[in-house]
């Protein structure tokens, strides 16, 4: 069993700044991929950005130059910075995690969601 646990959404207004952390814990070998997906009211979920175990990142277009995705592996935890803040950043946050297991099983955890409202 794993969990991810999300902190550090809330609300900013546009132009703001907002860190969100995931820590992943339990009994596993190791995590593979972490991510941050996002859902805004009536849109499907995409993928905001993710970082590989060895640091290599990627970004969906529309953040790219403003969000940064971050690991730190000897805390299970990653984090996204966000920058420059717009409306249509708005929505709820997901962070991701590919867990190996020691019997040598893969599974995909998901966090609980934080929520992330840029409004004035």
């Known amino acids: 069993q794993a969990q991810l646990v999300e902190s550090g959404g809330g609300l900013v207004q546009p132009g703001g700044s907002l860190r969100l952390s995931c820590a992943a814990s339990?009994?596993?070998?190791?995590?593979?991929?972490m991510g941050w997906y996002r859902q805004a009211p009536g849109k499907e979920r995409e993928l905001v950005g993710a970082?590989?175990?060895?640091?290599?990142?990627n970004y969906a277009d529309s953040v790219k130059g403003r969000f940064t995705i971050s690991r730190d592996n000897a805390k299970n935890t990653v984090y996204l910075q966000m920058n420059s803040l717009k409306p249509e950043d708005t929505a709820v946050y997901y962070c991701n995690a590919q867990i190996w297991y020691r019997d040598g099983s893969r599974r995909p955890y998901w966090g609980q969601g934080t929520q992330v409202t840029v409004s004035s």
């Open positions: 339990g009994n596993f070998f190791g995590i593979s991929d």
């Open positions: 970082a590989s175990s060895s640091g290599t990142t």
